[in-house]
């Protein structure tokens, strides 16, 4: 299975100030068709997940434009431009270029 | 809107059995590739299972393979999942989401349901 290793687990961020996170994975997600299928979650506190981003920067419909994504080959980040109160959560990442898709640990993004 | 709404969990003891189940609606159900995830109490996300739209393809995580059946209902747009000699390891929020056509991962997620296995 590919395993994904994100940094930091644990992020207290000032409302307004950036936030990044960053996730490794131990085997390339370039897919045998080109493309790279690594997404992004937020989990907010008692709800499920939710996509947020997906292809490395592709964000889906309605989320924020603070949400942006980048990477190549096994490194990616998620970067929050400017933290807002309702961000508060734990994110994921998520590789879907083999099954079993494996997520990252988890990083648990809150207010300072 | 895309609702997928998750039954039939609860408690049971080791060695049991147990069906959950996966109610969708706001999508035509029968075109889509459908995951079940889970979530131990505090604890990440793992995959568990994906079936193909017309029920023909399975997928299963080794710590479920020959223990779990992921199956469908296109009629009654409802996916579900069969687990058999179940382990407190199975303990989780038991997780039902729809497979994206825009990329190979997941784009929605029902609420959950959670499964306890315990003495």
């Known amino acids: 299975d590919i395993v994904m290793t994100q940094t930091p687990l644990s992020s207290p961020v000032t409302l307004g100030q950036p936030a990044s996170i960053s996730c490794r994975s131990s085997q390339s997600l370039v897919h045998s068709d080109g493309n790279t299928y690594l997404g992004w979650l937020q989990q907010r506190p008692g709800q499920p997940p939710r996509l947020l981003i997906y292809?490395?920067?592709n964000r889906v419909s309605g989320v924020p434009d603070r949400f942006s994504g980048s990477g190549a080959g096994t490194d990616f980040t998620l970067k929050i431009s400017r933290v807002e109160a309702e961000d508060v959560g734990v994110y994921y990442c998520i590789q879907s270029t083999q099954f079993p898709h494996t997520f990252g640990q988890g990083t648990k993004l809150e207010i300072k | 809107e895309v609702q997928l709404v998750e039954s039939g969990g609860g408690l049971i003891q080791p060695g049991g059995s147990l069906r959950l189940s996966c109610e969708a609606s706001g999508f035509a159900f029968s075109y889509y590739w459908m995951h079940w995830v889970r979530q131990a109490p505090g604890r990440g996300l793992v995959s568990v299972s994906r079936l193909n739209p017309d029920g023909s393809h399975t997928n299963y995580a080794d710590s479920v393979e020959g223990r779990f059946t992921i199956s469908r209902d296109n009629a009654k747009n409802t996916l579900y999942l069969q687990m058999n000699s179940l382990t407190d390891e199975d303990t989780a929020v038991y997780y039902c989401?729809?497979?994206?056509?825009?990329?190979?991962?997941?784009?929605?997620w029902g609420q959950g349901t959670l499964l306890t296995v315990s003495s």
């Open positions: 989401a729809r497979g994206s056509n825009d990329w190979t991962g997941i784009d929605y």
């Open positions: 292809k490395i920067s």
